[in-house]
């Protein structure tokens, strides 16, 4: 299934701008893997907007990303400054979907979410309840630890269900905190795991979660950020293009539940950290 159009049940638009809070150039940025992905849609001419650290912004317009523009703004989280800067942003031209990187700044857009709309600009983002469940689950996260760790990226709909995820079980070296391998996991018992995760909240929105197998062979997620991890992009052609996936969400697309975890991804994370670090 290549790029995700398999999930889709409706035509994707011809053209659509896309902005990026607080897209960071360092190593691991979900921004980058954000860009990366869009800049490989079939079919439609995707322009991504860069917010910015000021900071960040040289090096993001020196970097081939495939960035459109690049303009330097406050994060989310920062407030009415945010706003601001998108509104000229907005003005110059009109921006389709703003889809965030951090946890913070998600959580000040929920806030923001009525003046966003008022604007025009569509946003895929969990309500008030679920980022309190979110947060709950972090403060959890020192228990159930027993064995394996997944990495798993995920677009929940809002209607109970997953219009994408991806997995990964980490392999860590011993002593070695940085050093690990990741591989595809194709177990759909832990995809229902995570699909049971969001189906009662109806959680909707991107999602980075960490998943536990437990000492009874369950799963159990002992993370959940309410945004996309770094290494998205690695399944964006081979694989759901959750990014794509979620601006689609976004722009009101019906979308077909996705029906299995890809496989064949082998992710090396201390060569990782050094390929990004090059963007």
Known sequence: ????????????????????????????????????????????????????????????????LGLWSVVAAPPPAAGEPFLDALREVHARSPVDVLLATRTPDVEALVSAEPVLRALGVRTLLPTHPQLALLRAVRAEAAAGRVEGEYAVAAVADGAGGLAGVLALRKIKAQGESRRWVGIAARDEALRDAVRAFVEGPRIRGPLDLDVTRTAGGGYRVVRAEPRLPGWVHLFASSGPNLPWVAVRLALGERLEPQRELPGGTLLVGAAWEAWMARG
């Not at 607080?22 to 860009?35: H, M, Q, R, V």
């Not at 907007?49 to 081939?64: I, S, T």
């Open 1 to 64: 299934m290549g790029r995700g159009e398999g999930l889709l049940s409706t035509a994707p638009p011809g053209r659509c701008t896309v902005a990026v809070a607080c897209l960071e150039a360092g190593a691991g940025s979900p921004g980058i893997s954000i860009a990366r992905s869009l800049r490989g849609t079939n079919g439609t001419e995707v322009r991504v907007v860069a917010l910015a650290p000021e900071a960040d912004a040289p090096r993001l317009r020196a970097a081939d």
